[in-house]
């Protein structure tokens, strides 16, 4: 904040005008950080969710002593899904992948098969953004990620 207050010129620029190309540069000098679209870096987004399949109840009205009889599945079918959205470098593109996984839960298995699929979708480094979920800390996926750094 110090270097913004004092403004662009004490900062090396001929102007005092702060535009973002010199924000980023007073960043990446005195950070030693950089922007993802600079790393040409795709980011992604990944998170799993599931849907169970059940019949919605409702009251509804009848005759006396006539109780009606709604007729449903004895089973309910689930569906997981893994999801992964992306962002290209300059933010031109958009993306969004999925898997769908009828009667099954994500493991570990199903996010490194996903993350491979997105491999052959994205060219470039990727920045993944996730939760610490125990399918994404398990050991598959560790060898997985080492294997594709």
């Given at each position: 904040?110090?270097?913004?207050s ?5 900062a090396?620029?001929?102007t005092?005008l ?6 980023r540069?007073?960043?990446?000098r ?20 599931g849907?169970l ?71 470039g ?25």
């Amino acid at each position: 904040m110090r270097i913004l207050s004092e403004g662009p010129t004490e900062a090396g620029h001929e102007t005092n005008l702060w535009t973002l190309k010199r924000i980023r540069e007073v960043i990446g000098r005195e950070f030693g950080v950089c922007y993802a679209a600079e790393l040409g870096t795709h980011v992604a987004f990944v998170d799993e969710t599931g849907f169970l399949l059940v019949p919605t109840t409702a009251r509804t009205w009848a005759p006396k002593e006539k109780t009606p009889v709604l007729l449903t599945a004895d089973s309910w079918t689930k569906v997981s899904a893994i999801s992964i959205m992306t962002v290209s470098p300059r933010c031109r593109r958009r993306g969004l992948h999925c898997q769908f996984h009828p009667n099954k839960n994500i493991r570990a298995g199903q996010v490194a098969e996903c993350l491979d699929r997105l491999l052959h979708h994205l060219r470039g480094h990727i920045v993944l953004s996730w939760d610490r979920g125990l399918s994404h800390r398990a050991k598959c996926v560790g060898r997985f990620l080492q294997k594709h750094p």
